[in-house]
């Protein structure tokens, strides 16, 4: 199992998968790849005993110091602008290791370079050189390893972003909280296929910017499905079920108030009836009378 399988949560797919260009990698490696067939070449020129050609490797080399020297600029502006605080002690800690490795190659290249120029014919410059050139190789090594694990990854639930070697750095956003994506791509990187994705959440939380990543229209469009394919799963998931009719209830009948049980009608009948029994001889005088008195009382 890769170790993008084992971060997915359960049940959670991925949906497309990207990285950055080519081109990216091209301009992390040509500066080192120069300088390492420099520091090669130099060696090999040394061991020739010409001091004329040493010289003209020392002049190349000193040239050669604008690479480390962008390098520990380029780092330094990474820093972030900040007042004294807490964070200042870790800050300072990881200037340093953004500038350490270019400033190492920077005295050794200087060294080697002044040393082919003033000292041409000291032969164990040689050395030095070969030792010098393992510096841009392990830069050069190391920029293709980290172009290699820059995954950016869209899953069934969130945008991904995998980086690092062996000490690994994720990042992700949970694609409900993605309100829009906006893409750039220049003229070039619509030749080359390239460009930088910005994902815009309701936090300041998260995966904001892709620079350079290629296929950068698939990767928007598969995000955009993707966030569309949670909507509409949401949106099923909480359609309510039909609920069967609810017979409306009959309002019972107007219970009679005291003294108005009956109505007139029903009262004057049930006179008519008592009158009759009464002539007819099945009640008394004084059963009449009465139960003539207890309905008259009801009106």
Known sequence: MGYIEKILGDNEQVIYRTHRHAIVLVQRIAGWLFAFLVFVAAAVVIGTQNDDARSKIGIIALISLILPVYAIIKGWRQQPEQEHGPDQEQEQSSLFKRIWWPALATVLILVVALTLMLRPSLNEVWIVAALVALIPLFEL???????????????????????????KLVRDSALEKVNDVELKQ???GRLLKYGTVEIITGSDVGVNVFHRISNPVKFKRAMLNAKEMIHTRALDENVPVPAAPVPQATAPAPTPAAGTSASVGSISDRLTELTELWQKGVINEAEYQAKRK???DQL
């Open 141 to 167: 090594v190391r920029g293709i390893l980290d172009w290699l694990n820059e995954r950016y990854i869209i899953t069934s639930r969130r945008v991904i972003e995998i980086r690092g070697i062996f000490n």
């Open 294 to 296: 207890e309905l008259l």
């Open 186 to 188: 220049s003229f070039v």
